[in-house]
């Protein structure tokens, strides 16, 4: 429901500097897909890496915050003002944006 892109140029990579999105879901050679549940919302991640012909190295997130069946719930059942609940799955993705754009990988 809420979700975004972000890429980041790396001369080198670690699986260790990313530990922090959740639990590793899918692995191949250049994906990692992560998923993270809170109490409102699921966090997909997927990251990847990506080679230009120039030899510079690219690392790109692809993230969503889905509200669950938690949130759906009370969402519909304290309609109207039960949605302001998927408020909280907009924050993390802020606030999530704002962490990768801060942190060094």
């Given at each position: ?7 980041k140029?790396?001369?080198?990579f ?6 922090f ?21 699921t ?5 990847s ?11 790109n ?8 069946f938690?949130?759906?719930l ?12 998927f408020i ?13 754009t801060?942190?060094e990988?």
């Amino acid at each position: 429901m809420f979700t975004g892109f972000f890429s980041k140029e790396v001369s080198d990579f670690n699986i260790d500097k990313i530990n922090f999105l959740g639990v590793l879901n899918s692995k191949t050679s250049s994906k990692f897909i992560f998923k993270k549940s809170d109490t409102f919302y699921t966090q997909h991640t997927e990251v990847s890496f990506f080679k230009k012909s120039d030899g510079r190295q690219y690392i790109n997130f692809t993230y969503s915050f889905n509200p669950n069946f938690f949130s759906w719930l009370l969402g519909i059942c304290f309609f109207p003002l039960g949605f302001l609940i998927f408020i909280i799955s907009q924050k993390e993705k802020n606030d999530f944006e704002f962490f990768l754009t801060t942190v060094e990988i």
